[in-house]
């Protein structure tokens, strides 16, 4: 058959555009599945708060840092501000006991994982479709700051970041490479993915790097420290707003397609480590590479995205060898789809998303 003229990229571009903002506001929260999460953070804070009085349960993951789509999980994470806590262990115990009585969630406590966690959930009725999933950790407080750091970069240029993470993130969940018990990556993986890419692939840069911005006033290294980790970057969104205006005009749908580009051919997976903190660094020299016990540092580094704080740990050490395998066949399949430019950008959506 004849082949039709190929659509000019531009237009295809502008169209895609069109696609993906139109694609994505359909799935943001609604203000009451806002409205409810909040409910229900209030209650288990003021159940909580019949145990550990000092106590404060706070939101991070998708539910705090402006990446969130319809009915995702609920993260949070329980402070407690007095010296005489009670173990981690017990309070999960206890808790589950407390919500199991007083809530109508079902409720599962895992005391005994490597993270002591209280998951709950509420079976879908009308008014709740999908219910409610949510797990409550303790103490995590770099979450906390690792989530706040995500929130700044998506305030920053919301139109297009919050578009790519968002679109990336559906289109990772339908793809099924997003478990990262099955071997494949988190979702705050994917995030860290588009932010260095955004950082340092993109010439001029979309974002700057607000771990690398100086203070504006010397502080000490109490303030910047947590466990030990640096967790200092400049959070200041307003002077950040007037101050910072990226160079680089490219439309979403561009940035998506270069996005693609990057990760299914450009990036070296077998020496490269992603770090948002500093660029591109080599396996090498974080000592990701040796094989000190037999393979398994091997397996655990097969893709490695550093930490924006914790800086020793590798964010992707789930990702398998055939979990990169199908990542990055993912990425190619999606760079073919789009080098094709359908006549019509929601095809070209439609298929990314199959
Ligand atoms: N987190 C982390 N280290 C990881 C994975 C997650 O610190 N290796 C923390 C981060 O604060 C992240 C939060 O846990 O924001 C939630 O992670 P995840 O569920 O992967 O991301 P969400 O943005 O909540 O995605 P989803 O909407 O798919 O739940
Ligand atoms: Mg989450």
Partial sequence: PPQRP????????????QCLFDFV???????????????????????????????RLLSFGSTANGFSLRNSDMDLCCLIDSEDRLPATDLVNMLGDL??????????SLPHARIPIVKLSLDPKPGLPFGIACDIGFEN?????????????????PARVRTLVLFLKVWCKRRKINSPYKGTLSSYGYVLLVIYFLMHVKN???????????PMRPISQEETHLNGHNVWFFDDIN???????????????????????????????????????????????????????????????????EDPFEIDFNVARCVTRDGLYTIRGEFMRASRI????????FIALAQLCE
């Fill in 141 to 157: 407080r770099l979450a906390l700051e690792n989530t706040r750091l995500l929130m700044c970069y998506a305030m920053i240029d």
């Fill in 99 to 108: 919500f199991a009585r007083e809530t109508k969630f079902h409720i599962k």
């Fill in 6 to 17: 190929q659509i000019p990229k531009h237009q295809f571009c502008a169209d895609l555009s």
């Fill in 204 to 214: 001029p840069p979309v974002l700057p790097n607000l771990q690398q911005i100086p």
């Fill in 338 to 345: 789009l080098a094709a430019r359908p006549e019509r950008a």
């Fill in 239 to 305: 002077v950040l707003r007037q101050r910072w205006q990226s160079s680089n005009t490219e439309s979403v749908a561009e940035l998506l397609i270069d996005f693609f580009k990057f990760y299914s051919r450009d990036f070296t997976y077998n020496t490269g480590v992603i770090s948002i903190r500093a660029g591109l660094l080599s396996k090498e020299s974080k000592g990701w590479d040796n094989d000190p016990d037999k393979g398994t540092a091997r397996e655990r580094n097969r893709l490695c995205i």
């Fill in 25 to 55: 506001v359909q799935l943001l929260p609604t203000a009451e599945e806002l409205a409810i999460k909040e409910d229900v953070r209030k209650l288990l804070e003021r159940l909580i708060r019949t145990i550990e009085p000092d106590s």
